[in-house]
């Protein structure tokens, strides 16, 4: 143990005498802030599962590494919302060791801040055509009533120490959309890209979701000779991350050996002197981020982290003070996404704007658009850049997911339709592949005169997993061979699926004919009978 802590002591000695004379005046130290992502790899539901959270708060978990390192530390922590979310929603079901890492987090002295939920890449989004950010609509559909209670009187006064009894556990109340994504943030409206990956049109869609700042790297900022970490580009605030600083820090972070944390630790406090001496005597401020996937692969976060703050010539420092500057003018230099990843992500928009469109035939549109949208905030999950190989075919699979999912609701297919009668109604049979009652508008159209269709837009409502028929009243005008085109709309007009043709085989008049027939047979049957027994009463009898 001795030699341990000797040997710690020597490493610490070698970095401190690493730096170099000329790094900074020791009166004037870099003020530097760090930004730090908290996320977990990427999944495909837009929900992290007991099994995982069980495993990643474990004492050695993926998430109760990275708290360790940055807890208590001057660094500010970009939450992932799909964490916190993941725990809450399960309830009383949730592990006793999330639960308890949820409880470390909230009393955190950190600042902290939200990334977009499930860390999804959201200048992909912007370029891929959303307006906006997209957000959870709704967790509904994962809640399982079982694991909350009821309902919660609010007028109670609760017990200054309720009794645990094992057999009756205390379970929290129902939660909402709100109260499951609320949290004590203590900054506001940042945005953070991956670095390189914003073009200047970005900005205002970032805007418009309701971003009030973004951090982007200096890479992808053309700001004035002094360097400032806090610039405005056309009215949005941004937050400049020093390049190379974040390099270093990031390489330190990540580093295996001791000899790789002491090379990096070296280049780092380079950068750190390097980034001081291009800024003006009151531009003193450097900002720095963690790579998300450093958090995955690094153990030496918390080990650089420590030497930092205990460096004379830097002074760590909240991010709130770089939110807080108003900025000086800067322009964006244009970094846009990868060609095949746009390509790859807009389809993918398209596809959800057709699910929305389709769900309002349902009974509870949400419980389909909601698991949908966080299924596609999952593929677009900044996690995936460890797994590029991987990715085409999540951004598949949800296309494919979602063609099968608008074609759930279809008129069903039909052979050729004979109609005798000069006015009838044609069955349309409907099915509905959802679990869930739907219900649709059935419009037909007939490709000629010779048939009148009466009622153009009929409503039927259809039961989950099961067909439906819709009467539609026609008039035969004469005879032949018709053409219809059948579809199908929501309430408010919205086609749902393809149009469906078939032919109608018009037979106007046999109606009439038949039922002369019929009634002259049954005329003449019944004179035959009257006549005959006439005769016979008129017959004499034999003696």
């Not at 400032?228 to 330190?252: E, H, I, M, Q, T």
């Not at 037909?444 to 010779?450: K, N, Y």
Request: glycine share 6%; net charge negative; no cysteine.
């Amino acid at each position: 143990m001795l030699a341990a802590l000797a040997l710690l002591a020597g490493l610490a000695g070698v970095v401190t005498g690493a730096l170099p004379a000329t790094a900074v005046d020791a009166a004037a130290p870099v003020r530097l802030a760090i930004a730090v992502p908290l996320v977990v790899p990427a999944g495909t539901t837009g929900l992290v599962s007991a099994d995982e959270l069980a495993q990643y708060t474990a004492p050695l978990g993926l998430l109760t590494r990275q708290l360790d390192a940055v807890i208590g530390q001057q660094v500010a922590i970009g939450v992932d919302p799909m964490i916190i979310v993941s725990i809450r929603v399960l309830g009383s079901a949730a592990p006793a060791s999330a639960t308890a890492w949820l409880e470390r987090l909230a009393a955190a002295p950190n600042q902290t801040f939200a990334l977009a939920y499930e860390d999804a890449d959201v200048t992909l989004a912007t370029q891929a055509g959303a307006l906006t950010v997209p957000q959870p609509q709704a967790f509904d559909f994962a809640i399982d009533p079982a694991n909350f209670a009821a309902a919660t009187d609010t007028t109670a006064t609760p017990s200054a120490s309720p009794t645990a009894d094992p057999a009756n556990p205390v379970l929290p109340a129902l939660p909402t959309t709100r109260t499951l994504l609320d949290w004590p943030y203590t900054l506001s409206g940042i945005a953070w890209p991956r670095d390189d990956s914003a073009i200047a049109t970005d900005l205002q869609a970032l805007s418009a979701s309701g971003y009030t700042s973004t951090i982007l790297s200096s890479t992808n900022v053309k700001r004035d000779a002094a360097g400032s970490s806090s610039v405005v580009v056309d009215g949005n605030k941004v937050l400049v991350s020093d390049g190379p600083v974040s390099a270093a820090l990031r390489s330190a972070a990540g580093g295996t050996t001791d000899g790789d944390w002491l090379a990096a630790m070296s280049t780092l406090t380079d950068a750190i002197a390097t980034a001081r001496s291009a800024r003006s005597a009151d531009e003193t401020e450097v900002l720095a981020t963690i790579d998300r996937s450093i958090l995955f692969a690094g153990g030496r976060l918390a080990e650089t982290l420590s030497q930092l703050a205990v460096d004379g010539s830097v002074s760590m420092v909240p991010l709130s003070s770089i939110v807080a500057d108003a900025g000086t003018p800067a322009t964006v230099v244009d970094a846009p996404q990868a060609a095949d990843r746009v390509a790859l992500a807009s389809p993918m928009f398209a596809a959800e704007r057709a699910e929305q469109q389709f769900a309002s035939v349902a009974e509870d549109p949400l419980a389909i658009t909601a698991p949908r949208r966080l299924v596609l905030l999952s593929v677009l999950a900044n996690q995936w850049q460890s797994n590029l190989a991987a990715w085409p075919s999540a951004a598949g699979d949800f296309l494919s997911t979602s063609a099968g999912l608008v074609s759930s609701v279809e008129i069903v297919a039909s052979s050729r339709i004979n109609l005798l009668a000069d006015r009838a109604t044609l069955p349309i049979a409907v099915s509905n592949g959802l679990d869930q009652a739907v219900t649709v508008y059935i419009s037909v159209r007939a490709d000629s005169g010779l048939l009148a269709v009466e009622s153009s837009r009929v409503k039927l409502v259809i039961e989950p997993n099961s067909q439906g028929k819709g009467q539609i009243p026609v008039q035969a005008i004469s005879n032949g061979t018709v053409a219809l085109t059948m579809s199908l709309t929501s309430a408010s007009g919205v086609p749902i699926g393809s149009p469906t043709r078939t032919e109608i085989n018009v037979q106007a008049g046999w109606e009439t004919p038949v039922v002369i027939v019929i009634a002259v047979l049954v005329v003449a049957m019944f004179a035959f009978g009257i006549v005959r027994t006439v005769l016979r009463r008129r017959k004499p009898r034999n003696g």
